[in-house]
Structures are given as structure tokens and as C-alpha cells.
């Protein structure tokens, strides 16, 4: 089975503290995604990245960065932690391929910023 | 701003085709049309996806107008595990820019 993996379902962290989200997939996809979900908003994707070490912003990126130095692995870091941050986090992967393949999710992580 | 324009709810009764509809009447040539969907309190899974021509899976089908500005995904017998909200997305095939935009979705609740 096809595996997208976030390391936490569920993280309360404090105002101001430095975040990372971990995604791990186990598929040998080249591209790989960070969104986030909200209430009314739907999914909004705030980068993404098509190769190791490389990476395009999405459509919110302001006030998160990425890193992907594994092709396996895609964090997302929240640098100083804001309450307007707290939100569902998901993360994807894909491949690159002439014809489009279905991209798989993680399940989520729940992230609170108090 | 999306490309896409879903109704933001639908009913249907457990056993009937759920049709969903969907608008991307500024879809290009090289854009592809994706529907997932996503059940509480889980990541989106892929449905099916088309460029010109109808698709029909396991799942479900996706009917594409000629003229490519709107398409219909069916669920030709909706189950109560079909409930979810399911998102309608063009985008291109591959490469290095390859990016999913999702939109709001439509909610879709099944009813016994």
C-alpha cells in the first residue's frame, strides 16, 4: 500500500516557537505538497516541491518556509509560530509523469497555536 | 482565485446516481480536469481525472462537454460512505510545474 506519512496528527505548540511539520512518503515520488485546510476556505496550497531541494510557493507561503534534502522527505517550518496558523496541515506526493497521476494525502495534522 | 466552480452542497438518496457538477470555463488546452474527494477527518483521495473524453472507473464517471468549460462526475449508485466533499480541479499533466489547486469542493450528503 501507498504511504504518505505526517509525523503528528494532533501538536499544540506556543506563540512565537519554531514548528516543523514532517511528511514522509514511501512511494519514490518526485513532487510533494503542503496545504492547509480551514473552515470555509477548503485546501490552500502553500508549497511544493517537484525535486530534492527544490521548491516553488504556492498560493499562501508568507510566513513558512520548506526544506526537502530527501527525495522521501518534505518538512514544512513554521517559523515563529502564529494563532493565525493554527490550522489542519496535509500533506501529498505525486508523480512526475507525461500524463497526470493521482496525487495521495497524508491524514492530516492538527496543528493549535496557543 | 480557483478555476473552478462547485455548488457548495447537494443531497442525494442512498441508491440514486449523485450527479456533482463542476464549471472551469477557463480551462486551457493542456489542463486536465481532477475530482478527489475527502471524508471527515481524512486526506483527499483521487476519483478520476480526464482531458477531452468521458472516463469511467471503479469509482465513478466523468463527463466532459465538448467544448470543455464544464463536466459532471457521477456516482452511479451513491452509498453513505460516499459522503464527503468532493473537489473538482484543472491543472496541467506533470513536469516541473505541475501544482493541484484545490477550490471549496461541494459537500455531498447521502441520505438513507
Known amino acids: 500500500d501507498v504511504k504518505v506519512t505526517q509525523s503528528s496528527r494532533y501538536l499544540v505548540k506556543r506563540t512565537g516557537e519554531k514548528v516543523f511539520l514532517e511528511c514522509v512518503q514511501d512511494m519514490d515520488h518526485e513532487n510533494m505538497f503542503w496545504y492547509r485546510q480551514d473552515p470555509g476556505l477548503g485546501l490552500r496550497l502553500i508549497y511544493f516541491s517537484y525535486d530534492v531541494k527544490m521548491k516553488e510557493k504556492g498560493d499562501i507561503p508568507e510566513g513558512y518556509s520548506v526544506s526537502r534534502e530527501k527525495k522521501e522527505r518534505f518538512s514544512l517550518i513554521l517559523e515563529s509560530a502564529s494563532t493565525n496558523q493554527t490550522s489542519m496541515y496535509l500533506c501529498a506526493s505525486s508523480f512526475v509523469t507525461g500524463v497526470f497521476t493521482e496525487a495521495f494525502f497524508g491524514q492530516g495534522t492538527r496543528l493549535t497555536v496557543v | 482565485d480557483a478555476k473552478t466552480t462547485q455548488p457548495p452542497s447537494m443531497d442525494c438518496a442512498e441508491g440514486r446516481a449523485a450527479n456533482l457538477p463542476c464549471n472551469h470555463s477557463?480551462?486551457?488546452?493542456?489542463?486536465?480536469v481532477y475530482w478527489y474527494r475527502q471524508i471527515h477527518s481524512q486526506g483527499p483521495q483521487y476519483i478520476i481525472h480526464g482531458l477531452k473524453n468521458n472516463e469511467t472507473n471503479e469509482m465513478a464517471s466523468l463527463i466532459i462537454t465538448e467544448d470543455r468549460k464544464s463536466s459532471t462526475l457521477i456516482l452511479p449508485h451513491a452509498t453513505l460512505r460516499d459522503t464527503a466533499v468532493y473537489y473538482c480541479i484543472v491543472g496541467n499533466s506533470g513536469g516541473s510545474n505541475y501544482k493541484l489547486t484545490f477550490g471549496k469542493g461541494t459537500l455531498l450528503t447521502v441520505n438513507p
Open positions: 477557463t480551462i486551457s488546452g493542456n489542463e486536465y
